[in-house]
């Protein structure tokens, strides 16, 4: 009885060695190396392209005086993205802070192929339901 078993137990675990389906997902979360760089600060010298295909510096956005909530994200995303720019948008909407006066908000795609259309469109989806 034990032996049958173990038998089985080590057949599922072959299976599961031979078969198993690595994900578009999974895929993605493989290539992805983090480097912390905890405390230290981000360069107002680092150039992003806006959504009206402009060239400007971090610089000009963070010298506002006003505090800055800087997201890193896909604009088409295949994993949380979308949950953490809805989040940040419901948060903030629920806030009564004013964008612009008391704070900034900048989410800079991490996808080089995503350019200023969708970074347009994006924005006026979140703008329309502030």
């Given amino acids: 009885m034990i032996r049958k078993k173990n038998i089985f137990l080590l057949s599922c675990l072959l299976f599961c060695c031979l ?11 493989n290539s992805i ?34 505090p800055t909530v800087l997201v890193m994200a896909y604009y088409q995303c295949p994993m949380l993205c979308s949950l953490v720019l809805n989040g940040l948008s419901e948060a903030l909407s629920e806030s009564n802070l004013i964008p612009g006066s008391d704070y900034t908000a900048l989410t800079i795609s991490i996808d080089s192929k995503e350019g200023p259309s969708l970074s347009k469109e994006k924005k006026a989806n979140y703008i329309n339901n502030y």
């Fill in 19 to 29: 078969f198993a389906v690595e994900t578009i997902a999974d895929k993605h979360l």
């Fill in 33 to 66: 190396d983090v480097e912390n760089k905890l405390g230290q600060k981000i360069s107002r010298n680092i150039q992003v392209l806006t959504d009206k295909d402009e060239l400007i510096s971090l610089g000009s956005i963070f010298n506002k005086g006003t």
